[in-house]
């Protein structure tokens, strides 16, 4: 269903976000069909080819159409997904300009364009069109940092950039130590340097409202049921394949809670325990981040849901 637009609106694009486990997959999928839509996947762990069942990445297949090709999920197409090699690095910045080029082409195509995912710095990049800092990464600089253990980075990156330091992964090195690489070079914090743009979209955000017990129990059986798909295998089929702890894509979670036990000094069960705990943590700094932004329009039931964006379209 796609509905008139003015030719000097904004084109529409429509957000669909929340923590992890909070049935975002499901939901943007039915609206995508209903309003004939496309997906593009705002999840900095679901970009990564051969990471499957830790980046609960959704079922699909690579379709061609000509000379291109998309990653459809029920018969939905998705962008931004399954896409990089585990051993590259794939920046904000260059979310942010692919996201909008895809948005684009998608409205081009006249459908409607749904950004969805957790990454709430991927989402708001495109939201508020983030004219993002790109300081090229300093091999010098990283060697030096990565000697240092989390506890220390984070002491660091609270002294230079205590708002980005609030909303870090704490565990998740690589993170901390790109962010501190940024504000060392630029000089300046990294969370002060991002400059919104001019608006590109006229927006509707859609966030999913799940109690904290819900989304925990959620988060309990979606791990669970990892484990039985084959999640330790994927993990060290990965390091067979020589992609290294401090990578982007095993430094996340999914994959670093399983290093002691692959290395033989953890147990598997401590490794699953450490994996739900880091999960619910890492679904709590999800909602810190979007609580922030008051435009989004927080949904408990899917009908809710449907029904804001039938009216956003109508307008």
């Known amino acids: ?17 929340g923590p992890t486990a909070s049935g975002k997959t499901q939901w943007s999928i039915h609206l995508a069909r209903e ?11 679901q970009i990564y080819k ?48 692919k996201a909008i080029k895809h948005a684009k082409q998608i409205v081009k195509n006249q459908k409607i364009p749904f950004l969805v995912g957790g990454t709430g710095l991927y989402i708001s990049s495109v939201v508020d069109n983030w004219q993002i800092p790109r300081v090229p990464p300093n091999g010098k600089l990283r060697r030096s940092l990565e000697e240092k253990n989390t506890a220390d980075l984070l002491t660091l990156l609270h002294a230079l950039d205590p708002v980005s330091a609030q909303n870090i992964d704490a565990q998740n090195k690589r993170r901390l130590v790109r962010a501190l690489e940024v504000c060392i070079f630029s000089g300046q914090p990294f969370s002060s340097q991002r400059i919104k743009g001019d608006q590109l979209f006229s927006l509707l955000q859609i966030g999913i409202d799940v109690p904290r017990e819900v989304l925990n129990q959620r988060i309990e059986e979606r791990i669970d049921a990892m484990i039985v798909q084959g999640l330790l295998a994927e993990v060290a089929m990965m390091t067979k394949q020589k992609y290294g702890w401090s990578l982007p894509s095993m430094s996340g979670i999914g994959y670093r809670q ?43 039931s899917y009908d809710d849901a449907r029904a804001l964006v039938k009216t956003f379209l109508q307008r």
């Open 50 to 97: 051969k990471m499957d069942i830790g980046t609960a990445k959704p079922k699909g297949e690579w379709v061609r159409d000509g000379l291109h090709k998309t990653y459809v999920v029920e018969d939905i197409p998705h962008h931004l997904v399954d896409f990089l090699n585990p051993g590259n690095v794939f920046t904000a910045a260059e979310f942010r300009d």
């Open 258 to 300: 399983f290093r002691a036990h692959l290395e033989g000094t953890e147990s598997l069960e401590r490794a699953i325990d450490l994996l739900k705990r880091d999960t619910r943590r890492f679904a709590r700094r999800q909602m810190t981040w979007f609580r922030r932004d008051s435009r989004i329009q927080w949904c408990a």
């Open 1 to 17: 269903m796609l509905f008139h637009k003015e030719s000097n609106e904004l084109p529409k694009l429509i957000t669909v976000l």
């Open 35 to 45: 309003f004939g839509g496309e997906i593009i996947s705002a999840d900095s762990r």
